[in-house]
Nanobody, 119 residues
Framework: QVQLIESGGGLVQAGGSLRLSCAASGRTANTAVMGWFRQAPGKERFLVTH????????YYADSVKGRFTNSRDIGKNTVYLQMNSLKPEDTAVYYC????????????WGQGTQVTVSS
């Protein structure tokens, strides 16, 4: 089993920055790929970014490219999402998720952290 604990959400003004963290514990061998999803009220949850254990193979949704940076500290079993130039449309609950490399869907999920960007 894997536990994912997110932190770092909050309220920020448009143009500001936040950094989210997600610490994994338990069977971290099953966290080869770690992703960040977000879900805004009334909208479907979607993948914002993911990163592999090696730090390569990083993906970003078009809506966050150039503004968000995903990084990973293998020694700490932690991933970070640096969010810059935040916009009101970035307001959502952000979820950390993890899966084994060979899995096609994310298996483990964090509890979510709220990010609110005011205009």
């Amino acid at each position: 089993q894997v536990q994912l604990i997110e932190s770092g959400g909050g309220l920020v003004q448009a143009g500001g920055s936040l950094r989210l963290s997600c610490a994994a514990s338990g069977r971290t061998a099953n966290t080869a790929v770690m992703g960040w999803f977000r879900q805004a009220p009334g909208k479907e949850r979607f993948l914002v970014t993911h990163i592999s254990r090696s730090g390569g193979g990083t993906y970003y949704a078009d809506s966050v490219k150039g503004r968000f940076t995903n990084s990973r500290d293998i020694g700490k079993n932690t991933v970070y999402l640096q969010m810059n130039s935040l916009k009101p449309e970035d307001t959502a609950v952000y979820y950390c998720a993890a899966r084994p490399f060979t899995a096609t869907e994310y298996v483990y999920w964090g509890q979510g952290t709220q990010v609110t960007v005011s205009s």
